[in-house]
């Protein structure tokens, strides 16, 4: 947890760029090459997705790149060694693996935060685990000083914003929309009042993914919050490429500038 808070304090006052890509895609030794350009390209911290074949919060473009991640045999084991190959790369961003529950629950829970720690993962988002069921991961997590962060949309609760502010640990992720990933043309109207309607009940830094695809986006969030998660446009930008690093580093490395210029 400690990474996490020195990136965003050593970002500050611009918000942390936060791009997210796909273990195992487009093939295993492809998306360490990927995220390695990425890391090199400004990203302050890197969420790396754990592969699962019904990924409810994911649109189609992530979708497609899980898909092609489990052709290639990446399961969870998998995602561990590939997350200690990039540390042995000597990519030293915080790593906080998103992935959904069944995975995690095959592969043993305890087992699971245990080995993250051992290959250097700093936290998880666990999309489709409700709050109320997460305890028992916070404080597995806990003891291996690893960061659980819960995820907050517009249609939350009031009282499941307070208990989330209360209990997440490194950052809180506010999704933008209603909705799953993927790049959109526009922001939600509403964002701001989101943002202030999480900022009263809590002073860890705020992050807000699902829907930003460029940098004047990215400029307008990070105005709002404290980091600014990225995914589809990156799995795009590299999918679409004949050179994936340098596409997706370039898109991150625009992202970064639209940040800094703010």
């Keep these: 947890m400690d990474n996490i808070a020195a990136a965003f304090a050593d970002a500050h006052p611009r918000a942390c760029l936060m791009p997210y890509f796909t273990l195992g895609f487009p093939t295993a030794c492809q998306s360490l090459d990927i995220i390695e350009a990425i890391a090199g390209a400004g990203a302050d911290l890197i969420e790396l997705g754990v592969p699962f074949s019904d990924p409810l919060a994911d649109g189609p473009s992530i979708q497609y790149s899980t898909q092609v991640a489990l052709e290639n045999q990446i399961n ?7 997350g200690l190959e990039l540390r042995s790369r000597g990519v030293d961003q915080p790593i906080l693996f998103m992935g959904y529950m069944n995975p995690i629950l095959a592969f043993g829970v305890e087992r699971f935060v245990r080995e993250a720690k051992e290959s250097g993962v700093d936290g998880f988002i666990v999309p489709d685990l409700p709050s109320e069921e997460a305890s028992e991961i916070e404080s597995l997590a806990e003891e291996q ?3 659980y962060v ?17 209990r997440s640990k490194g950052f809180l992720y506010l999704v933008s929309l209603t909705g799953t990933t ?12 989101f943002i202030q309607r999480v900022r009263q009940y809590t002073s860890t830094p705020l992050a807000l993914g699902f829907g930003i695809s460029t940098p004047d986006q990215a400029r307008t969030v990070g105005s709002l919050v404290d980091g600014v998660i990225v995914g589809s446009a990156i799995i795009d930008a590299a999918r679409n490429a004949s050179d994936a690093p340098k596409a997706a580093a370039d898109l991150v490395r625009s992202l970064r500038e639209a940040l800094t210029l703010e």
């Excluded at 969870?76 to 590939?82: G, N, P, Q, S, Y």
């Design 150 to 166: 819960h995820m907050l949309a517009p249609t939350s609760t009031e009282a499941r914003v307070k208990d989330a502010a209360e």
């Design 145 to 147: 000083g690893l960061a």
């Design 182 to 193: 993927g790049a959109r043309t526009s922001l939600p109207q509403d964002l701001d009042a």
């Design 76 to 82: 969870v084991a998998e995602c561990f060694r590939l």
